[in-house]
């Protein structure tokens, strides 16, 4: 592939430290690479209507990047409180994108963009501080079954059927069930968390199923692959078909950060370290960046 040439159609992003973005077809050659100011850092990913949007921060403002290609990117400032808010997440759904804005003690908020450029007033996600730690991040998002369901510190698990409803705490949440990531198939949402922990639910309000695993072993991706759910842990990556019955198998050099995409699991390792694997059990090291990366995603670009 010519590095100059505007990409199409379906690719992995990687994105973190120094504004760090690259792209990939095939999860081993990693092209399009640009970069920007030292302190930029970008800890957002996703994909929306042919364009890829990676989100951060630079200083005390949040910052996102926008393109259609992985050549031209346009910048901009999301509308914020300077050094007082933390940008929670980026993701889309079907009809807009959507970033959430948060700070300790107030409520969680968002502000939603139908091309990424205009945005929305701010609108309260969740006001119910007191049923939630002050200090408690948002982390990761999945949707399915006519639902969006957010997951935190803590314990945090957020419902609601779109983001212009109020979203809802589950009951009885506790802090020794903090999920780390969660993701949807089959029907069911399953989050995966602290010493392989692992839990399912249909609508993100009651969750059952619980299961824990070895020590240590916290599962920091959870993916479904279109037939089974992968939890990639430290040492184990834990395999189900419906979130209740699994298999443990021994991994190799596990990422912390993965995305699935084309048959493809992509990774990411400290320091810069991007990894490829066919099954998420073994990984082999491709390509090393001087910046960490931070986020992965899989999506298509240029095509609406």
Known sequence: ?????????????????????AFSRDGKVWT??????????????????????????????????????????????LPSKPFVERLELLFATDTEVCAII?????????????????????????????????????????RGNDRIVLIGDYGVRLSAPTLH?????????????????????????????????????????VWTDRTLG????????????????LGIGQGATYRSVDG?????????NAPTVAAYGDGIYVGALWPGKLLHSRDAIHWNVVQEFPQHVHSLEHGVLGIS
């Open 244 to 252: 209740v019955e699994w298999e443990r198998i021994p991994n190799q």
């Open 165 to 205: 409803d109020k979203f809802i705490a589950a009951a009885k949440a506790e802090a020794k069930d903090t999920l780390i990531d969660i993701t949807f198939g089959n029907g069911v949402f399953v989050g995966g968390g602290l010493h392989a922990l692992r839990m399912r639910s249909r609508d993100g309000r």
């Open 32 to 77: 399009h690479l640009q970069t920007d100011r030292e302190g930029v850092l970008l800890n957002h990913a996703c994909f929306f209507r042919g364009q890829c949007y990676t989100g951060g921060r630079y200083g005390g403002e949040l910052t996102l990047f926008q393109t259609a290609d992985g050549l031209t990117w346009q910048s901009q400032k």
């Open 102 to 142: 948060s700070t300790d003690g107030a409520p969680i908020q968002a502000i939603l963009s139908k091309n990424g450029r205009d945005w929305s007033p701010r609108q309260t996600l969740f006001d119910d501080r007191r049923s939630i730690a002050r200090d408690a991040h948002i982390r990761r998002v999945a």
């Open 1 to 21: 592939m010519t590095l100059n040439m505007p990409l199409r159609g379906s690719v992995f992003v990687a994105c973190g430290e120094n504004g760090l973005r």
């Open 214 to 229: 070895e020590e240590g072993e916290h599962i920091n991706r959870m993916i479904f692959d279109g037939k089974q759910f």
